[in-house]
């Protein structure tokens, strides 16, 4: 059996974190997606959602880099950039 790249796993975790923080199992991320696609997301599933990555990822996303964000992509990409650091 293949090993799964690391943008797999960072991708299937997120929607996982996505599926709880926002209540919706059938939820499905794409790159695209931007807090305007999600029912529920507001400031506080905002920083509920960004609190479970940086506890499951064993992280700390800066404010700076949090600013940058533009949607899921930008996310993955941030998530793929200090997975590998």
Known sequence: ?????ITMEI???LQ???REVFKDPELLIHPE?????????DSITHLVMISQVEETF???LKLKELIKLKNV???IQLLNEKKSA
Do not use: C, P, Q, Y
């Not at 059996?1 to 790249?5: E, L, P, R, T």
């Not at 997606?33 to 999600?38: L, Y």
């Open 58 to 60: 064993g992280i700390r």
């Open 33 to 41: 997606m931007t807090a305007n696609e999600v029912d529920n997301w």
């Open 1 to 5: 059996m293949a090993k799964k790249s």
């Open 11 to 13: 991708n299937e975790t």
């Open 73 to 75: 992509g930008d996310l």
């Open 16 to 18: 996982n974190i996505f």
